[in-house]
């Protein structure tokens, strides 16, 4: 498939935005049900974040003036369904971000062994219940094109969640640092752990991918039962959408060398930065090592229509 | 009772390759409903242009002993479309009435993710309107009432030389779409994705005559053998009148 900046930009900032505040959630709860000012900044931090990753997605859109209509299919249609999210989870981060920065804090219910759930902490549970399933939404988007072995696989929507959270707490731990919050520690810890599950994950799903065996071939493509088939000519010498929108610029030379460097990027030198205790650098370093993944996720991705477009001619 | 289903029914044994129908098709929609369907850079040394009909040509075996296919493809109209429910506006959809699937060109925001959700590419994005396109099966003709009743068929049927494409309603067993399929061992194309394609294909046919050693001597023109009949006379009536001597 062919990478599209506008979806490279949109999942990474979004994912990065969940992550940060499931974050914020999870320090909370760490600091023993802390707020202030820490935690506003931070939900504001996610919120441009979010902001940032609508502006991307308005630039895959050929027709963004009707873009209010992608809410309409919601039922059926996973893309509808995030088109929903995005808007909620940034309407929940800066209700989160407005009753940190005043500091309400008026109990909802009292458990029954005494601990007390307030506002700040509702709010964080269900803004991270709303990132999570923003994270399942953006995963299934794809891991539902079953024409596309690559994508079709539980392994997509585990993979997004576990990069976002690990871009999202690798953040956090920069913000923090910059901050000077007691949080620091918790949030560096958590990011190295998550970033190496990452890893783990999408290693996995690289190898996997490299295994598996198409679903189709030209036999059934055509309907013709003979062992041996080619395409004599796709049917004109030019291009056409299905030419560009399927396949990527570069071929499997760049799959691999960026496969290879984002890998290094995007895993491995951020938990080596972390645990050298430079969470700001190790933050960039991953945000850049997450667009070469993503870039490679669509140009590793083979769709089954490619059978049909195999000779100029 | 079964739903109506308008589809195509191609047959790869007639089908000579000769792109009749992907310009006809061109030329239709493109001046019609769903056009234009702009060329991008057309003589140019790339040009990428919207169609909704490709005929595509494949060879079987190796040489001397090939066989070559031409394959018109278009959308399939299919019965479970894997693209319609996925469109996040609802501008994909499948029509109760007669089971075509269009693209309402008012609703969609072009974000292509229908494309991807179908397997035979059949959909192409027409970048200058920036709205997805495909194959409506002439939605505007078939239904045309100011065009005389027996043109009131798709573009490409209209114009295929050879006859190789049939239009009708695969569900009722009586047209002639159907009966091709049942008669000729009519299939769909990739059924394993389940997509239920209406457009069926006809394959190709072996036509083979066998001769005995018999038949290629002359043993039995008892009047035609060369010099057993007598030259009739001039005057004799002939059937034609011109022919016998
Ligand atoms: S052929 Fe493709 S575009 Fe046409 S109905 Fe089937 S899945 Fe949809
Ligand atoms: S490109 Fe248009 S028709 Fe296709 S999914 Fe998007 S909105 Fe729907
Ligand atoms: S039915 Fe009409 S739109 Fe479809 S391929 Fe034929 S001419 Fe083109």
Redesign the pocket.
């Known amino acids: 498939m062919k990478p599209a900046f506008s979806v490279i930009f949109l999942t990474t900032l979004i994912g990065a935005a969940q992550g940060l505040l499931i974050a914020l959630t999870a320090g909370q709860m760490y600091a023993g049900g802390q707020s202030g000012g820490f935690f506003a900044l931070g939900a504001a931090l996610a919120l441009a974040l979010l902001c940032l990753g609508l502006v991307a997605s308005v630039f895959h859109l050929a027709n963004p003036q009707r873009g209010w209509r992608a809410a309409a299919r919601w039922r059926t249609s996973w893309l509808s369904r995030e088109v929903i999210l995005i808007p909620a989870l940034s309407a929940l981060a800066f209700l989160y971000a407005v009753i940190h920065a005043f500091g309400w804090a008026p109990v909802l219910v009292r458990l029954g062994n005494g601990a007390a759930i307030d506002l700040p902490l509702a709010l964080g549970l269900l803004t991270t219940l709303a990132s999570l399933a923003l994270f399942v939404c953006t995963g299934m988007i794809y891991a539902c094109v079953r024409f596309i072995r690559q994508w079709a696989s539980g392994w997509t929507v585990v993979n997004y969640l576990l990069m976002g959270l690990a871009s999202g707490f690798t953040l956090a731990a920069a913000y923090a640092r910059l901050q000077d919050s007691l949080l620091s520690g918790f949030m560096s810890g958590a990011a190295v752990w998550l970033t190496l599950l990452a890893l783990a994950a999408r290693a996995f799903q690289l190898w996997r991918n490299t295994t598996g065996a198409p679903c189709s071939t030209l036999k059934s493509a055509i309907g013709v039962h003979h062992a041996q088939i080619r395409q004599i000519t796709q049917g004109f010498m030019g291009s056409s959408f299905n030419t560009v929108e399927f396949t990527a610029p570069g071929g499997a030379e760049t799959v691999r060398g960026l496969s290879a460097f984002f890998l290094a990027v995007g895993f491995v030198a951020p938990v080596a930065l972390l645990l050298a205790g430079m969470p700001v650098l190790a933050f960039l370093c991953q945000y850049v090592g997450l667009l070469a993944e993503r870039w490679v996720f669509f140009a590793d991705a083979d769709h089954v229509q490619n059978l049909y477009y195999q000779a100029k001619g | 009772m079964t739903k109506k289903q308008l589809a ?1 029914v191609i047959d790869l044994n007639v089908c000579v390759g000769c792109h009749a ?1 992907v310009t ?2 061109k030329e ?2 493109t001046s019609g409903w769903a056009g234009p369907l702009p060329d991008v850079n057309p003589y140019g040394a790339d040009p990428n242009g919207v169609f ?2 490709r005929v595509q040509t494949y060879e079987c075996g190796t040489f001397p002993n090939t066989e070559t296919i031409h394959f018109p493809k ?1 959308c399939l109209h299919c019965e479970e479309p894997p693209c319609v429910p996925v469109c996040p506006t609802g501008a994909s959809y499948k029509r109760d009435e007669d089971g075509i699937v269009l693209v309402d060109y008012d609703k969609c925001i072009g974000c292509k993710y229908c494309s991807w959700s179908c397997p035979y590419g059949a959909r192409e994005f027409d970048p200058v309107q920036g709205v997805m396109k495909k ?4 939605v505007d003709r078939i239904y045309d009432q100011t065009i005389e009743a027996e043109r009131r068929k ?3 049927v209209l114009a295929c030389p050879a006859g190789a494409r049939i239009f009708g309603d695969i569900n009722d067993p009586e047209s002639e779409a159907a009966r091709a399929i049942r008669d000729n061992g009519g299939f769909p194309l990739m059924p394993e994705w389940g997509t239920r394609p209406a457009n069926h294909y006809l394959p190709r046919r072996k036509t083979t005559t066998t001769l005995h050693p018999d038949q290629l001597t002359r043993v039995d023109n008892p009047l035609k053998a060369e010099g057993e009949t007598p030259r009739p006379a001039f005057t004799t009536p002939t059937i034609d009148g011109v022919s016998s001597w």
Do not use: I
């Open positions: 195509l129908c006809s098709c239709w929609n909704f009909n278009s194959c409506t099966l002439c798709p573009a490409c």
